[in-house]
């Protein structure tokens, strides 16, 4: 079983629609959760940053953690066509790089 | 305001050539990494540097060396590459303190034939 794992896509939703992005982990340990936007082409970029569980917006993002489930989302609402792009959620449990672990990352396109 | 510049953006090596990546960050950042991307494998660690003069590996090291050259510049070297070393190549840095997320460059497509 790998560490972090993420659905693969491709997604595919109309201009307007919600999305849900979801990731599942194993250690118990993680309590930094990221979600990292990756363009065609381009480094990953961090979207949203939440520590512990809980949920946090900026915009039309939200990021909610569980960890009783081991379970972190990102919802996008009213999805735009320049948020077509790969979404990889990211965790560590002391917020130092040789600690991260990423997910495999979701391709996401949205349709005008 | 250039953040992470990585050189070069594509390069296209035999199997046995040598070749060295650059990465420079202009934030004043302590921490610096070197990660591998991928199809269906995520980001994967090689190599990091805490802070300058030091460097420690990651998940991925083998065939891979690196150099913190000073505060702002980590290089990545393949010393006689493989086509197994066929990745995009992604340069990070990070402040080092407290909750400081990574910022990464635009990386180096690298095929090794």
């Known amino acids: 079983q790998k560490e972090v794992e993420q659905d693969p896509g491709p997604l595919s939703v109309p201009e307007g629609a919600i999305v849900s992005l979801n990731c599942t982990y194993s250690?118990?340990?993680?309590?930094?959760f990221m979600w990292y936007r990756q363009y065609s082409r381009k480094g990953p970029e961090l979207l949203m940053y939440?520590?512990?569980?809980g949920n946090k917006e900026d915009g039309r993002f939200t990021a909610q953690v569980d960890k009783s489930s081991k379970y972190i989302s990102l919802f996008i609402r009213d999805s735009q066509p320049s948020d077509s792009a790969t979404y990889l959620c990211?965790?560590?449990?002391?917020?130092?790089?040789?600690?991260?672990?990423f997910g495999p990352g979701t391709r996401l396109s949205v349709l005008p | 305001n250039a953040g992470v510049t990585q050189t070069p953006k594509f390069q296209v090596l035999k199997t046995g050539q040598s070749m060295t990546l650059q990465c420079a960050q202009d934030?004043?950042?302590?921490?610096m990494y070197w990660y591998r991307q991928d199809p269906g494998m995520g980001l994967r660690l090689i190599y990091y540097?805490?802070?300058?003069?030091?460097?420690d590996k990651g998940e991925v090291p083998n065939g891979y060396n690196v150099s913190r050259l000073n505060k702002r510049e980590f290089s990545l070297r393949l010393e006689s590459a493989a086509p197994s070393q066929t990745s995009v190549y992604f340069c990070?840095?990070?402040?080092?303190?407290?909750?400081?997320?990574?910022?990464f460059g635009d990386g180096t497509r690298l095929s090794i034939l």
């Open positions: 939440t520590y512990s569980s």
């Open positions: 990070a840095s990070q402040s080092g303190t407290g909750n400081q997320p990574q910022h």
């Open positions: 540097s805490a802070s300058e003069g030091t460097t």
């Open positions: 250690n118990s340990a993680f309590q930094y």
């Open positions: 934030m004043n950042h302590n921490s």
């Open positions: 990211a965790m560590s449990f002391d917020n130092y790089g040789q600690n991260f672990v």
